[in-house]
């Protein structure tokens, strides 16, 4: 499944057959076991197949675009997903973040910051795996971090794995205030500071838990960041 005896599943989904070769090949040199699918629906087909460990996911697909394989393949199972966006369009990253990517590259990129946001989203799953059986209760909010599973006041809520390690991270610092860049460098992995990329990712991220779970769970900290405000 998950798990190749040559390191974790990759599944590359691109429509240019030379980018996707390119991507395959450097990821299948860094160890991992690589598929590929150049459309919409064979990348859902394979990804329900194969159950990747992540998913290199382009936007701009035939059959159906990147945005609605996220949708569909997140609804089935939670997976992290690198997204690939052609155009550098605040509007297109923030879509992407909305339907459950965890992070988005725009084209063009180079192979080695592509495998460094791999490697930085997969430390990041192996990071919560360390912590499993824990169960966290902070008012109404209900966190099972074995089984990933988030109710508010009895209600359960499908996050993204960015989406529920964010929400880990802040259950752990109740009401203490987390600096946007301490919140890339500890929840993304991410060896950037203080750049509108990732400023964009963070608050695409609060809107979203806050839309799930309700507008008043987490207090903006102008000029700072965010603070959880559950179990006050």
Do not use: N
């Amino acid at each position: 499944m998950a798990m190749e005896l040559g390191g974790r599943r990759v599944l590359v989904v691109e429509d240019d057959g030379t980018i996707a070769a390119s991507i395959a090949a450097r990821l299948r040199a860094e160890g991992f076991t690589v598929d590929v699918a150049h459309d919409g629906p064979a990348a859902v087909e394979a990804e329900a197949a194969a159950e990747p460990d992540l998913v290199v996911l382009d936007v701009m697909l035939p059959g159906f675009d990147g945005l609605e394989v996220c949708r569909r393949i997140q609804g089935r199972r939670p997976v992290p997903v690198l997204m690939l966006t052609a155009r550098a369009d605040e509007t297109d990253m923030l879509v992407g973040l909305g339907v459950g990517a965890d992070d988005y590259l725009t084209k063009p990129f180079s192979m080695r910051v592509l495998t460094a946001r791999v490697h930085a989203l997969l430390r990041r799953v192996e990071r919560s795996s360390s912590v499993a059986g824990t169960r966290i209760v902070l008012g109404d909010l209900e966190i099972d971090v074995d089984q990933r599973r988030v109710a508010r006041a009895g209600v359960a809520a499908q996050l993204t794995p960015i989406e529920f390690d964010l929400l880990v991270h802040f259950a752990r610092r109740p009401r203490a205030v987390q600096p946007r860049e301490r919140l890339l460098s500890e929840v993304w992995d991410w060896d950037v500071h203080g750049t509108s990329a990732g400023t964009r990712a963070v608050d695409s991220h609060i809107k979203a838990l806050r839309r799930k779970l309700g507008a008043d769970l987490i207090r903006t900290v102008h000029g700072v960041g965010y603070a959880l405000e559950a179990g006050s």
